[in-house]
C-alpha cells in the first residue's frame, strides 16, 4: 500500500507530493528512484531539452564529481548522487552490473 510523500525539489527546493498513485505508476514502470523535481520544474526541464533537440544543438551534460565506493577513485557521473546509494566508476559499475546480472 502506497502514501502519499513530501518530497523536496532539487530544482527550486519547493516540496511537493509524490502521490500514491504516482508511487504505484513508477512501480508498474519498474521505475526505481523517487522523482527529484517537482512536476512545475520536470516539465521546464523536458521543454529545455526538447528545444535543445528541435534546435540541433548539443546540450552538454552537467557531470559531478565522485568517490567510487568500490575502490575509491574519483570518477564523474551525469547524475546528482545521493547519499543513500553507492555511486561507482565506470570500470567497477561493469564488474557490480555482471555480478549482479549472475
Keep these: 500500500m502506497f ?14 507530493i509524490f502521490s ?5 505508476f513508477y512501480q508498474q514502470k519498474g ?10 520544474c520536470r516539465q521546464q526541464h523536458r521543454q529545455s531539452k526538447m528545444m535543445a ?3 540541433g544543438e ?5 557531470l559531478h ?5 568500490e575502490c575509491g577513485k574519483e570518477a564523474k557521473v551525469p547524475f546528482l548522487p545521493r ?3 553507492p555511486v561507482y566508476c565506470s570500470d ?11
Design 65 to 69: 564529481t565522485v568517490m567510487c565506493a
Design 83 to 85: 547519499n543513500d546509494r
Design 3 to 16: 502514501e502519499d510523500k513530501t518530497l523536496q525539489c532539487r530544482e527550486c527546493g519547493q516540496e511537493f
Design 31 to 40: 521505475l526505481q528512484n523517487e522523482p527529484g523535481r517537482c512536476p512545475s
Design 53 to 55: 533537440r528541435t534546435s
Design 92 to 102: 567497477c559499475y561493469e564488474r557490480v552490473r555482471a555480478t549482479q546480472r549472475s
Design 58 to 62: 548539443r546540450v552538454p551534460r552537467e
Design 20 to 24: 500514491a498513485g504516482e508511487q504505484e
